[in-house]
């Protein structure tokens, strides 16, 4: 089901405030709703999954419950680095399931007003932003809701777009997958 990107802004644009966890992958900041959030732990040891999709860089064992781990760096196209002090595992709830989203450090909590969302960016070539509901921050002249001048510009992530397939290639790689485990 695709939204347009003015039904996704009107969606977010409702109410007043919003609290997003903040968090930085490839040196770019984005955000997720904090009603989305679970907890937020250190990398955990990983088994990777065979014949997952390249962007699941495997699943852990989280107090009996074993998640699959999401590279938000992977899923974006970026190229891999080696693991910091920084990194995180952000677990969210999404679909009715949790998942950890392997991200290169987490920033901070805010809470804006609504109306400080705006819609994301259309992108050449693409209907509407793919993994991204809204925009928020990068206000250079204004201070920002928590009083600082000049706020990063942040991307508000659609966490559900993450777990879809986006191409051709991605979309018959999840087919012949889902036929392979059905012994087709």
């Known amino acids: 089901m695709a939204r347009s990107a003015e039904a996704t802004a009107a969606q977010v644009a409702g109410g007043d405030r ?96 609504r109306s400080e969302i705006r819609p994301a960016p259309a992108l050449v070539g693409l209907d509407s932003p793919r993994f991204f509901l809204g925009v928020c921050g990068g206000d250079e002249a204004a201070p920002a809701a928590g009083g600082r001048a000049g706020t990063r510009l942040r991307l508000l992530l659609d966490v559900k777009a993450l777990l879809e397939p986006v191409g051709p290639g991605e979309i018959e790689a999840a087919r012949a997958q889902a036929a392979a485990s059905r012994g087709a």
């Open 18 to 113: 919003v609290q997003l966890c903040t968090f930085r992958v490839g040196g770019e900041d984005y955000a997720v709703d904090i009603m989305r959030v679970r907890e937020i732990i250190q990398p955990l040891p990983i088994t990777p999954v065979p014949r997952a999709p390249a962007f699941v860089e495997g699943v852990v064992r989280l107090r009996g419950e074993v998640l699959p781990i999401v590279d938000v760096r992977r899923r974006f196209g970026l190229p891999t680095a080696p693991p910091t002090r920084q990194a995180k595992f952000i677990v969210v709830h999404v679909g009715g399931r949790r998942i950890c989203l392997a991200v290169d450090e987490v920033c901070e909590v805010l809470r804006i007003p």
